[in-house]
């Protein structure tokens, strides 16, 4: 008989993933960088530690000029004049000012959008912290390098400004068609002996998503309501077409062994989605939490409850890392952005807050960690009464563990950058930030924190060597992690 080593079959599913992205040529996304950093992480973990990460995923390009607004006189005032009829007006974002423990060169100041006052509480708190202009990117690259033709020494991410493309670059390597996300890739190496809680370390409550995707692990999707039942076989389901003799011989045909193999393989996948819906089922519990939910239409409050409950089960689940996908839609705001945009806002605040609070009651607040990301930004200039296709944005992060009360990265000068003498560095046209930090770094700053030593960071990330602590042609710094988690 043939033994397989567990520990050399992870290292060659890793390392052939790792070829399959040098060749990509791409920037690494949150997902595919979680994803190796996943694999290191959790065979470090101590036998008693449990970690947790938690995708908030914006579809359509969150439009990051009235989400994190420039407030001092001096940047708002040109925001404002870019802008037009869809800046936010001054008065309404006091409340919402953002005062982090260490002010910002230059007196730049920012505001969150007057919807995210939640959110803003939490930043007071310390509990969230703004990572600024952060997108894919493959090296440090100017606005210059940007249009040259030379594309073998400035390579940029693929199909930039596309929105299937650009999602799938967040949460895999590559374009459209990828098959392969981070948390797909924690789910191969968790079947490295821990077969049953495999199943239970990637879980999308948001449908199916290439973020989840492995090799070999299957991701587990739940609704907001708990596990997906097969109510012929279910043992929770009474009856079939409301006979019990129906409903027994559909639970005998499920479990018959069968010579031809694909229908073998098709009971033992029926099988073993019973078995994992009973316990889920049994982790959730019931759906009373310590603190109120928003409804009223907000899902994704609807699908972050269903994390916190599966949090709480994770012991029954018999799982020390954990990857959850949720996410809501709507962001794709080419018109109607000052009207539409802040009720999305008021929704993403209310949900995240209510999480991190439920966390908190669980006492492992520092333990999970939710971060935001979307397609791309959007455009500074306006269409008329909204906003087009961008490249880089700012994102959230959040948790117990985040050094919070802080923003990370460099603050982009307020121009649109259509000619060679506005900012030349920091914008490709109408706006759209060049991202001055990469998801790389994003990435590391990620894995450090989930338990991936140092000396493992370049291999997981194979970008991430160009963004060491290096001074690009623009004067901007690329530290090799950003700082943000303790």
């Given at each position: 008989m043939h033994l397989i080593d567990p520990a050399r079959h992870t290292r060659r599913a890793f390392l052939r993933r790792s070829g399959q992205l040098a060749m990509a040529g791409t920037a690494l996304p949150f997902a595919l960088n979680l994803a190796a950093m996943g694999e290191a992480a959790a065979q470090a973990a101590p036998s008693d530690d449990y970690k947790a990460l938690v995708c908030v995923f914006l579809f359509g390009g969150n439009d990051y000029a009235n989400?994190?607004?420039?407030?001092?006189?001096?940047?708002?005032?040109?925001?404002?004049?870019?802008?037009?009829?869809?800046?936010?007006?001054?008065?309404?974002?006091?409340?919402?000012?953002?005062?982090?423990?260490?002010?910002?060169?230059?007196?730049?100041?920012?505001?969150?959008?007057?919807?995210?006052?939640g959110l803003a509480t939490l930043f007071d708190q310390g509990k969230l912290a703004v990572q600024l202009n952060v997108g894919p990117l493959v090296k440090p690259l100017t606005r210059a390098q940007f249009n040259s033709p030379n594309r073998r020494d400035f390579p940029i991410p693929p199909k930039l400004f596309s929105h299937n493309?650009?999602?799938?670059i967040w949460q895999s390597s590559s374009p459209e068609g990828s098959t392969i996300g981070w948390g797909g890739n924690?789910?191969?190496?968790?079947?490295?002996?821990q077969r049953d809680a495999s199943l239970f370390t990637c879980i999308s409550v948001a449908g199916n998503a290439v973020f989840l995707s492995g090799d070999e692990a299957l991701q587990y999707q739940v609704g907001t309501g708990g596990a997906v039942r097969i109510n012929s076989v279910s043992p929770a389901t009474g009856s079939v077409y409301g006979s019990s003799a129906v409903k027994a011989a559909m639970q005998q045909l499920a479990q018959q062994g069968r010579s031809h193999t694909l229908e073998n393989e098709y009971n033992k996948?029926?099988?073993?989605?019973?078995?994992?819906?009973?316990?889920?089922?049994?982790?959730?519990?019931?759906?009373?939490?310590?603190?109120?939910?928003?409804?009223?239409?907000?899902?994704l409050a609807a699908q972050l409850k269903m994390v916190a409950r599966l949090i709480r089960g994770r012991?029954?689940?018999?799982?020390?890392?954990?990857?959850?996908?949720?996410?809501?839609?709507?962001?794709?705001?080419?018109?109607?952005?000052?009207?539409?945009?802040?009720?999305l806002m008021q929704r993403l605040s209310d949900a995240m807050v209510a999480?991190?609070?439920?966390?908190?009651?669980?006492?492992?607040?520092?333990?999970?960690?939710?971060?935001?990301a979307s397609d791309?930004?959007?455009?500074?200039?306006?269409?008329?009464?909204?906003?087009?296709?961008?490249?880089?944005?700012?994102?959230?992060?959040m948790g117990g563990a985040v050094k919070g009360k802080a923003f990370y990265g460099t603050p982009p000068p307020v121009s649109v950058g259509n000619t060679a003498a506005d900012d030349d560095q920091w914008h490709v046209g109408q706006g759209r930030l060049l991202p001055t930090t990469s998801v790389?770094?994003?990435a590391a700053t990620l894995a450090k924190w989930f338990g991936v030593p140092d000396s493992d960071l370049n291999s997981i990330l194979p970008n991430l060597k160009n963004f060491n602590n290096v001074t690009a042609p623009s004067g901007i710094v690329y530290p090799r992690t950003m700082g943000f988690m303790a």
């Amino acid at each position: 008989m043939h033994l397989i080593d567990p520990a050399r079959h992870t290292r060659r599913a890793f390392l052939r993933r790792s070829g399959q992205l040098a060749m990509a040529g791409t920037a690494l996304p949150f997902a595919l960088n979680l994803a190796a950093m996943g694999e290191a992480a959790a065979q470090a973990a101590p036998s008693d530690d449990y970690k947790a990460l938690v995708c908030v995923f914006l579809f359509g390009g969150n439009d990051y000029a009235n989400t994190l607004v420039n407030f001092d006189t001096d940047s708002y005032n040109k925001y404002s004049t870019i802008r037009g009829a869809i800046a936010l007006p001054y008065a309404g974002l006091a409340a919402t000012e953002l005062k982090p423990t260490m002010a910002l060169a230059n007196g730049r100041k920012y505001a969150l959008n007057p919807a995210m006052g939640g959110l803003a509480t939490l930043f007071d708190q310390g509990k969230l912290a703004v990572q600024l202009n952060v997108g894919p990117l493959v090296k440090p690259l100017t606005r210059a390098q940007f249009n040259s033709p030379n594309r073998r020494d400035f390579p940029i991410p693929p199909k930039l400004f596309s929105h299937n493309d650009q999602q799938s670059i967040w949460q895999s390597s590559s374009p459209e068609g990828s098959t392969i996300g981070w948390g797909g890739n924690l789910g191969d190496l968790m079947l490295n002996g821990q077969r049953d809680a495999s199943l239970f370390t990637c879980i999308s409550v948001a449908g199916n998503a290439v973020f989840l995707s492995g090799d070999e692990a299957l991701q587990y999707q739940v609704g907001t309501g708990g596990a997906v039942r097969i109510n012929s076989v279910s043992p929770a389901t009474g009856s079939v077409y409301g006979s019990s003799a129906v409903k027994a011989a559909m639970q005998q045909l499920a479990q018959q062994g069968r010579s031809h193999t694909l229908e073998n393989e098709y009971n033992k996948v029926t099988l073993r989605a019973v078995e994992a819906e009973g316990r889920i089922t049994s982790a959730i519990q019931s759906d009373v939490m310590d603190v109120t939910f928003p409804t009223n239409g907000n899902n994704l409050a609807a699908q972050l409850k269903m994390v916190a409950r599966l949090i709480r089960g994770r012991a029954s689940l018999g799982v020390k890392r954990q990857v959850f996908f949720v996410s809501m839609g709507g962001y794709d705001l080419h018109d109607d952005l000052d009207t539409k945009q802040g009720p999305l806002m008021q929704r993403l605040s209310d949900a995240m807050v209510a999480f991190q609070q439920q966390m908190e009651k669980l006492q492992i607040a520092d333990k999970v960690t939710a971060f935001t990301a979307s397609d791309f930004g959007r455009t500074l200039s306006s269409n008329g009464n909204g906003s087009d296709h961008g490249w880089g944005s700012h994102h959230f992060v959040m948790g117990g563990a985040v050094k919070g009360k802080a923003f990370y990265g460099t603050p982009p000068p307020v121009s649109v950058g259509n000619t060679a003498a506005d900012d030349d560095q920091w914008h490709v046209g109408q706006g759209r930030l060049l991202p001055t930090t990469s998801v790389d770094q994003y990435a590391a700053t990620l894995a450090k924190w989930f338990g991936v030593p140092d000396s493992d960071l370049n291999s997981i990330l194979p970008n991430l060597k160009n963004f060491n602590n290096v001074t690009a042609p623009s004067g901007i710094v690329y530290p090799r992690t950003m700082g943000f988690m303790a």
